[in-house]
């Protein structure tokens, strides 16, 4: 099947030549292409350019069987890539919501048995096939506001049964819905209460108990810890990552969120994909992060909805480093995936470029899910994942609009959704 999109007003992120990641001052560059085209075959880009040097004749020579869409006065972006979410948990949390507008901080809910185990009582009454419609509903909503690609992380089951069941449910989401996915195990998302007192327990059932199970069902791409004050300390951290990378699991984590708890410094140590939310970050973690290969990875929703300090990104990407920008879509401290929301955040609360919060949100975002020769911009070859915007006056508008739904039509895998 064939698909051409002629008359794009700008054709957003092209990209001759694939790169895995953008860092520093490169990060405040995009290509774009004006009064463009872009061509589909199948799933993937075939080819793009501008509309001067469109041949549609040639084109209809190969077949007639072409559907064609006219972008006038729009744009074409690659799809969003959102690389940390939870969004597969069962019902919500709004009554935590009016404890936080009432003054109560994350740890003190947590601590008070709301939080993630809260969620996670809720899962455990929640059978697999609700669960399955419920994140469904969500997976739909994530596309319609752009998303083409998705990580998705277990860790409100925290026993071996439910987290099993979560991580199915994940699955089924792969294999029924047109967004690419990825499935992280998270087992040590916080200690469940009957091993409150022992800690050191839970953390020996999810290495010996849940790690191989999870491996044997082929259930996970990656391995994940909330390694930070009050939850998991650098060597529970340090022996999970290592079990999970003798199963092939690599590490995507949770870390300097609420301390500098060292978090940044174990992922590093095992090669981590990405190191997640990072709102504590001084010259030590910097230095550690550029000598890595490891995507800094900032979730803004989190740090918005729970009144945190911000993670100075700017800081970073000055010295030199990548950021990532990621939606964190949860129902305790994110409760949405809107990643077009996330870009502006970026650009209000951490003083983020609009061409910076893009590549944060698409080829850098793919980087921490080791998909960045598949999506995340647009190259001949990558998988056609593509949105076409309403009509707007500037690349700037889109993050500028922070509540405008900008999204005129969602493209994944080649196929208008
Ligand atoms: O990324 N920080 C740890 N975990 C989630 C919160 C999950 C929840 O509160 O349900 C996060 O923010
Ligand atoms: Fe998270």
Redesign the pocket.
Known sequence: MLTIIKNIKKLVQVEQKIKLKVSGKEMAKINTIDNAFLFIRDHLIADFGSMKDLDLSKIYNETNEIIEIDASGKMVFPSFVDS?T?LV?AGS?EIEYMDKIRGLS?EEIAKRGG??LN?ARLLHKTSEDELYQQSLKRIYEIIKQGTGAVEIKS??GLNPQDEMKMLRVIKRLKETTPVQIKATFLGA?AVPVEYKQNQTEYVDCVINEMIPMVAAEELADFIDV?C?KGFFTVNDTDRILMAGMKYGLKAKI?AN?LANSGGIQVGVKYNALSVD?LEYVGDEEIKVLLDSETMPTI?PG?AFFLGMKYSPARKMIDAGLPIALAS?F?????PTGNMKLMQSFGCINYKLLPEEVINATTINTAYAMGLSEEVGSIAKGKIANVFITKEIPSIEFFPYAFGSDLIDMVILNGKVI
Do not use: K, M, Q
């Open positions: 940390h939870h948990y949390r994350y939080g993630i969620s860790g409100y998302h909330f930070d949770h969120e939310h979730l989190a964190d949860n129902p305790g401290s994110s």
